[in-house]
C-alpha cells in the first residue's frame, strides 16, 4: 500500500529544493495542496505519462499556476519526461519548469496558467468540449469520450471576476464531469485575506447551480479522495459540476512560515528548509527521492493499462463506426477535411462574383455559412450579441441542455457510415441499425461574458475536436485581452469576431467607439489581426483563420455597408496586403507617384480619392491591408512590390496613427482622439474620412 504521508512530503521537499535554488517561486502552495495531489493522482486521475496526449485522458488544470512546482514535483514523480534536472533548472532559460506552467513546454501540462482565474475559465471549456464530443460522437455501446476535467484552484482565481463569468456559465451547462479542487488557505501575497475577501464561497457555487463539498481538511489525502469519489458519482447522477471546499495549511510542514504571506512568493531560506525536512521527517538530501516513493509515485503501468483498454474501446468503434472514428480522428488532430481548399476558393469566387455591397460583419455571416456548413467542428458564439455579431448561421442552431443537463439534439442527420453500422450494430433497435442521430447545437450564448467566453474557448481549443469562435463589439476586446493573449502564448487556434469596428457604428458614442483597439491588438505577437474592406476580403480572412492552427485570429468587421471593390486577382489578400488599383485603373497611364494604404472600410475611401486625383492628373496606387500583422511576415521582396520604394505612402485608418509610420508613411489620416455620438455620415466628415480629405493629404504630401 503506498505510504500518502511520503508521497505528499516528496512533493514538499522538491518544491521547497526547486525554489531555493532558483532564489525565486512561491513554495507555499504546492507545500500546502500536496495532500490533495496525492488523492488526485494516486487514485482517481486517468493519464499516461508515457502518451501525454492519449485523447481520453483526465485534464487536470492548475488554475493558481504560481504553485507551478507542484504540477512539475508530481509529473516527475508520475513517470513523465520530466527527469530531476529540469527541476534542478526551475524557473532557468530554457528549462521545461517555466515560472507558471506552460503547454507544450512540460510533458503533462494541458494549458498555459498563471494570470488568476484563466485556469478555471479554461477548465470550463475543456469540460464543455468532452460533453460535447461525447454527445456527437459516443453511440450505444461505445463511450469513446468519457473523461474528468480537475482544476485545482485558489483564493485568487475565486477573487478575479472571471471565475465568476466562467463557474455561473458551467453551472447553466450542467457540466457533471468538471470537478474543482478550491485550496482554502486563506492567505494571499498581502497576508490574510479575511479583511479584503469575505465571500461565502460555497453559497455562491450554489447559486451557480454547482455541487458543493466541504469545507474538508485538505491535508487529509484520504478525505480529498473520498470527496472526489463523491464528486464523480454526483456529477455522474445529476450532471452537475462539483467545488470540493478543501481547507489547507499554506506551506504546511514549515514550522515557521506555514500559515504566513512569507509562504506565499519567496523562498524559505536555507535554515527554514532543515527545519521543515526535520519536522516532516524528510532525511534526504535536496532533489533525492527515495525508490520506494518513486514506485508509489510511478503512473507508467497504470496508464498503459488504461490507454490500451480504450485503444480496444476504440478499435471496437472503428469496426462499428468507421467514418465516425475516422471524423473522430481528424478532428482530435486538427486537421481539415480533405476539400477544405476547394471550399475556401468557392467561397471567396462566390464573394467576388456578387460583389455585394454589406458590413463586412454580414459579409463574415456570409462567409460562416460556407465555412460552418463544411466544417462540423466550428463551435460558434456571442457575448449577447448575436444579431449585432451575427455570428449563427443556419449550419449552428443554438447549443441547449435539457432539464437533465444533457445535450439537446437537433433534427437528426444522416449516418455517414449507416451501411457499416447495418451490419455491425446487431444491439441497434431497428433492424440492425440505430435511430439517426442528431446533431449538436453549435452556437453559444455567452451572456454578457467576454472575458468568461475568450478563455473557455482556449480550453475548447486546447482540448481539441472543435474550432472555436465568439463574437462581441471591437470596444469591448479590453474585456477579453488576456485570453486573447493567452491564445497568442499558447499557439491555438481561436477565433475573435469583433463587430463595430469604429466610430462608424455611430449615435452610441465614445464609450463604444474603437480607437486605439485595433493598434493594440496587433501588438499582441503571433496573433492574426484582420480588417477586411469587402465581402472578398472577409471570406480570404475567415480562411486563412481556419487554416492557421498556430495562432489565434481577431477578425475587425463593420457595422455600415462598404462597397465592393472591384479587383482582378484574388491570389495575394491571403498575404496581408495587396496591391488593390493602380493608377492606370483611375485613367492614368503614368506610373505611381504615392501609394494609399487603406483596411477596412476605409478602402472605398481610398478608391474613391485615387479618381478624385486622377481628375487633377495625380497618379495613385491603392493598397488594401486588411492585416498588417499577416504582410510583416512577407519576404522582403513581396512587401517591396507592394509597397515600393522612394514612393511617398499615405495610411488611411479610421483608429490611432501610431501604428502607421513603421511603413515609413508621410501622413496618417487617422483619429487620436475618442469619438463623438452622432450618425456615422456626420462622424465620417467630421473627422475627416471622406475621400476628398483623403485626397487632399496626398496632394499637401506631394506638395512638400
Known amino acids: 500500500m503506498a505510504n500518502q504521508a511520503l508521497m505528499a512530503n516528496a512533493i514538499r521537499a522538491l518544491a521547497m529544493d526547486a525554489v531555493q535554488t532558483a532564489n525565486s517561486g512561491h513554495p507555499g502552495a504546492p507545500m500546502g495542496m500536496a495532500d490533495m495531489a496525492v488523492a488526485l493522482w494516486g487514485e482517481h486521475l486517468q493519464f499516461n505519462p508515457t502518451n501525454p496526449h492519449w485523447a481520453n485522458r483526465d485534464r487536470f488544470i492548475l488554475s493558481n499556476g504560481h504553485a507551478s512546482m507542484l504540477q512539475y514535483a508530481v509529473l516527475h514523480l508520475a513517470g513523465y519526461d520530466l527527469p530531476i534536472d529540469q527541476l534542478k533548472h526551475f524557473r532557468q532559460l530554457h528549462s521545461k519548469t517555466p515560472g507558471h506552467p506552460e503547454v507544450d513546454v512540460t510533458p503533462g501540462v494541458e494549458t498555459t496558467t498563471g494570470p488568476l482565474g484563466q485556469g478555471i475559465a479554461n477548465a470550463v471549456g475543456f469540460a464543455l468540449?468532452?460533453?460535447?464530443?461525447?454527445?456527437?460522437?459516443?453511440?450505444?455501446?461505445?463511450?469513446?469520450?468519457?473523461?474528468?476535467?480537475?482544476?485545482?484552484?485558489?483564493?485568487?482565481?475565486?477573487?478575479?471576476?472571471?471565475?465568476?463569468?466562467?463557474?455561473?456559465?458551467?453551472?447553466?451547462?450542467?457540466?457533471?464531469?468538471?470537478?474543482?479542487?478550491?485550496?482554502?488557505?486563506?492567505?494571499?501575497?498581502?497576508?490574510?485575506?479575511?479583511?479584503?475577501?469575505?465571500?461565502?464561497?460555497?453559497?455562491?457555487?450554489?447559486?451557480?447551480?454547482?455541487?458543493?463539498?466541504?469545507?474538508?481538511?485538505?491535508?487529509?489525502?484520504?478525505?480529498?479522495?473520498?470527496?472526489?469519489?463523491?464528486?464523480?458519482?454526483?456529477?455522474?447522477?445529476?450532471?452537475?459540476?462539483?467545488?470540493?471546499?478543501?481547507?489547507?495549511?499554506?506551506?504546511?510542514?514549515?514550522?515557521?512560515?506555514?500559515?504566513?504571506?512569507?509562504?506565499?512568493?519567496?523562498?524559505?531560506?536555507?535554515?527554514?528548509?532543515?527545519?521543515?525536512?526535520?519536522?516532516?521527517?524528510?532525511?534526504w538530501p535536496a532533489f533525492e527521492v527515495p525508490a520506494e516513493v518513486y514506485a508509489d509515485w510511478d503512473g507508467k503501468e497504470r496508464g498503459a493499462k488504461e490507454e490500451a483498454a480504450w485503444n480496444d474501446k476504440f478499435a471496437a468503434y472503428s469496426a462499428a463506426h468507421p467514418a465516425l472514428a475516422a471524423e473522430f480522428t481528424r478532428r482530435m488532430k486538427g486537421d481539415l477535411p480533405a476539400d477544405f481548399n476547394q471550399v475556401a476558393f468557392d467561397t471567396v469566387v462566390a464573394a467576388h462574383t456578387k460583389a455585394e455591397t454589406v458590413a463586412s460583419r454580414k459579409a463574415s455571416q456570409l462567409a460562416l455559412e460556407s465555412f460552418t456548413a463544411a466544417l462540423p467542428e466550428m463551435l460558434g458564439g456571442s457575448a449577447d450579441l448575436t444579431g449585432s455579431n451575427l455570428t449563427n448561421t443556419k449550419s449552428t442552431p443554438a447549443l441547449r441542455f435539457d432539464a437533465s443537463g444533457d445535450v439537446v439534439m437537433t433534427a437528426p442527420v444522416e449516418q455517414p457510415d449507416q451501411g457499416a453500422e447495418d451490419e455491425a450494430c446487431p444491439d441497434s433497435t431497428t433492424s440492425g441499425a440505430e435511430p439517426a442521430h442528431g446533431q449538436i447545437g453549435r452556437h453559444i450564448n455567452y451572456g454578457v461574458r467576454e472575458f468568461g467566453m475568450a478563455a473557455i474557448m482556449n480550453g475548447v481549443a486546447l482540448h481539441g475536436g472543435y474550432i472555436p469562435y465568439g463574437g462581441t463589439f471591437l470596444t469591448f476586446s479590453d474585456y477579453s485581452r488576456n485570453a486573447i493573449r493567452m491564445a497568442a502564448l499558447m499557439k491555438r487556434r481561436v477565433i475573435h469576431v469583433f463587430t463595430h469596428d469604429s466610430i462608424g457604428l455611430g449615435e452610441d458614442g465614445p464609450t463604444h467607439q474603437s480607437i486605439e483597439h485595433a493598434a493594440s491588438l496587433r501588438l499582441i505577437p503571433n496573433l492574426d489581426v484582420w480588417r477586411p474592406g469587402d465581402t472578398a476580403e472577409t471570406a480570404v480572412a475567415w480562411a486563412v483563420a481556419l487554416q492557421t492552427q498556430g495562432r489565434p485570429s481577431a477578425l475587425l468587421l463593420s457595422r455600415q455597408n462598404i462597397a465592393y471593390a472591384a479587383k482582378t486577382d484574388l491570389a495575394d489578400i491571403s498575404k496581408g496586403a495587396y496591391v488593390l488599383s493602380e493608377p492606370a485603373d483611375a485613367g492614368l497611364k503614368k506610373k505611381a507617384q504615392a501609394v494609399l494604404i487603406a483596411t477596412g472600410s476605409e478602402v472605398q475611401h481610398a478608391v474613391a480619392a485615387q479618381k478624385l486625383l486622377a481628375e487633377k492628373k495625380i497618379a495613385v496606387r491603392v493598397v488594401s491591408m486588411p492585416s498588417t500583422t499577416v504582410f510583416d511576415r512577407q519576404a522582403a521582396a513581396y512587401k517591396e512590390a507592394v509597397l515600393p520604394a522612394g514612393v511617398p505612402r499615405i495610411a488611411v485608418e479610421m483608429g490611432v496613427t501610431d501604428g502607421w509610420w513603421k511603413y515609413g508613411c508621410a501622413a496618417v489620416v487617422g483619429i487620436d482622439t475618442f469619438g463623438e455620438s452622432a450618425p456615422a455620415p456626420a462622424l465620417f466628415k467630421h473627422f475627416g474620412f471622406t475621400p476628398e480629405n483623403v485626397a487632399d493629404t496626398v496632394r499637401a504630401v506631394l506638395a512638400k
Request: glycine residues 10%.
Open 129 to 283: 468540449a468532452e460533453k460535447l464530443l461525447a454527445s456527437e460522437f459516443n453511440r450505444n455501446g461505445h463511450d469513446i469520450v468519457d473523461h474528468h476535467t480537475y482544476v485545482f484552484l485558489g483564493d485568487g482565481c475565486m477573487m478575479e471576476g472571471i471565475s465568476h463569468e466562467a463557474c455561473a456559465i458551467a453551472g447553466a451547462w450542467r457540466l457533471g464531469k468538471l470537478i474543482a479542487l478550491y485550496d482554502d488557505n486563506g492567505i494571499s501575497i498581502d497576508g490574510q485575506v479575511k479583511p479584503w475577501f469575505i465571500d461565502n464561497t460555497s453559497e455562491r457555487f450554489k447559486a451557480y447551480g454547482w455541487h458543493v463539498i466541504g469545507p474538508i481538511d485538505g491535508n487529509d489525502a484520504a478525505a480529498v479522495s473520498k470527496a472526489i469519489t463523491e464528486a464523480k458519482a454526483h456529477g455522474a447522477s445529476e450532471n452537475q459540476p462539483t467545488l470540493i471546499v478543501c481547507k489547507t495549511q499554506i506551506g504546511k510542514g514549515s514550522p515557521n512560515r506555514a500559515n504566513t504571506a512569507k509562504a506565499h512568493g519567496e523562498p524559505l531560506g536555507a535554515e527554514e528548509i532543515k527545519l521543515t525536512r526535520e519536522a516532516i521527517g524528510w532525511t
